[in-house]
T-cell receptor, first 116, second 110 residues
């Protein structure tokens, strides 16, 4: 199946700093990518839909100025958590839609963010 | 996206078939049924999807009822590595967002 790669897989940052997570589709072009966060023992919560060349669409309750999403190319979307706080510590997961395989959505391995 | 309902948890004996049900009574005609699973601390893994015909691949089989209001994911010979949370999702093949429910936590028991 198609491969979606996230980097870094784990990151620790200090409160007040910003951290960037990258999501790449390795063997297909993705005009649409999705960002999720997941707290322990909970399901994935959609944060935003990232569209190549345009602004991301954020879900209700997600602060767009805090979670900056950039989808500058057909294979790369980035999520920047700005002014991170301990409550932002979570598992962040991206996914990308592969239109060449029936629009199947493939997920990255996830990125663990710990804010100290 | 269609709302889906799944049992919160299931057990299955190792080597036996695991049958995971999903109700999607509000699914529309152009929405596919997708199945994903998530092993602890990993990103979700695509398993299979279908529209109205039954589907089979190397991982599983998907049986969709004729009225499309429910489906069953079948893992023919469950192994311990199949222990995971399984998500059933209804989604169109356009640029719809994909919303996850709580899924079914499958435990494969030796």
């Amino acid at each position: 199946g198609a491969v979606v790669s996230q980097h870094p897989s784990r990151v620790i940052c200090k409160s007040g700093t910003s951290v960037k997570i990258e999501c790449r589709s390795l063997d297909f072009q993705a005009t649409t990518m999705f960002w999720y966060r997941q707290f322990p023992k909970q399901s994935l919560m959609l944060m935003a839909t990232s569209n190549e060349g345009s602004k991301a669409t954020y879900e209700q309750g997600v602060e767009k100025d805090k979670f900056l999403i950039n989808h500058a190319s057909l294979t790369l979307s980035t999520l920047t958590v700005t002014s991170a706080h301990p409550e932002d510590s979570s598992f962040y997961i991206c996914s990308a839609r592969d239109v060449s395989s029936g629009n199947t959505i493939y997920f990255g391995e996830g990125s663990w963010l710990t804010v100290v | 996206d269609a709302k889906t309902t799944q049992p919160p948890s299931m057990d299955c004996a190792e080597g036996r078939a695991a049958n995971l049900p999903c109700n999607h009574s509000t699914i529309s005609g152009n929405e596919y049924v997708y199945w994903y699973r998530q092993i602890h601390s990993q990103g979700p893994q695509y398993i299979i999807h279908g529209l109205k015909n039954n589907e089979t691949n190397e991982m599983a089989s998907l049986i969709i009822t004729e009225d499309r209001k429910s489906s069953t994911l079948i893992l023919p010979h469950a192994t311990l590595r199949d222990t995971a949370v399984y998500y059933c999702i209804g989604a169109k093949t356009s640029y719809d967002k994909v919303i996850f429910g709580p899924g079914t936590s499958l435990s494969v028991i030796p």
